[in-house]
């Protein structure tokens, strides 16, 4: 069976988006939405480990994916004759192989620490930026440090208002993901 790349693309986006992830970028620009979503992947994380501060897997760096293919087809083919009866021999091989991978870096840490991981994952796409010395650098920092602390707002307030009685019917566990700015 063949795969383009293409496919092979679309079919993780949609597996990604199947999967109900959710971002935890930009918490400082999120739509009403975004929130919502934010807030009920959360609620279901703390109502499925009984507590107001869950360990989430968040993904925390690029998903790669990997294709690889390869078609290998050999023979040897024989005749030979005995004194009595004349003998026919074949052999004959094929193999295909092909593969797909994919990497998916996932982050395990307590809820409360999300903010610090996300942040850490930014630090890490934007160094470039943060080796220079000028005004963007220093808007870069700034909007980071921004981010940060309303996804840390958010988040403790989750902490400091969960309580047990807002679990009601058990909801699939979502994974969250910071995206790249």
């Known amino acids: 069976m063949q795969t ?3 496919q092979a693309m679309a079919s993780i986006q949609s597996s990604l988006a199947q999967a109900g992830v959710v971002s935890v970028s930009h918490a400082g620009e999120w739509t009403a939405e975004q929130d919502a979503r934010f807030t ?6 703390q109502c499925s480990q009984h507590t107001p501060d869950p ?15 390869q078609f290998t087809q050999g023979g040897q083919f024989s005749v030979g ?4 009866v004349p003998t026919f021999g074949v052999q004959a091989d094929a193999s295909r192989t092909r593969g797909q991978a ?12 999300m903010p610090d991981v996300e942040m850490g994952r930014q630090l890490g796409y934007e160094a470039s ?11 870069e920092a700034a909007r980071l440090i921004a981010d940060r602390e309303a996804l840390r707002r958010k988040v403790q307030l989750m902490i400091d208002t969960w309580n047990t009685g807002k679990c ?4 699939p566990l979502v994974p969250f993901v910071g995206q790249r700015p």
């Open 4 to 6: 383009t790349i293409p």
């Open 40 to 45: 009920h992947a959360v609620r279901t994380a």
């Open 55 to 69: 360990v989430v897997g968040t993904i925390a760096g690029d998903v790669t994916l990997q294709l690889s293919g």
């Open 81 to 84: 004759a005995a004194t009595t």
């Open 102 to 113: 994919i990497s998916l870096p996932v982050a395990y840490a307590p809820l409360s620490s």
């Open 129 to 139: 930026v943060f080796a220079q010395n000028d005004d963007v650098r220093h808007a």
């Open 168 to 171: 009601g019917g058990q909801a």
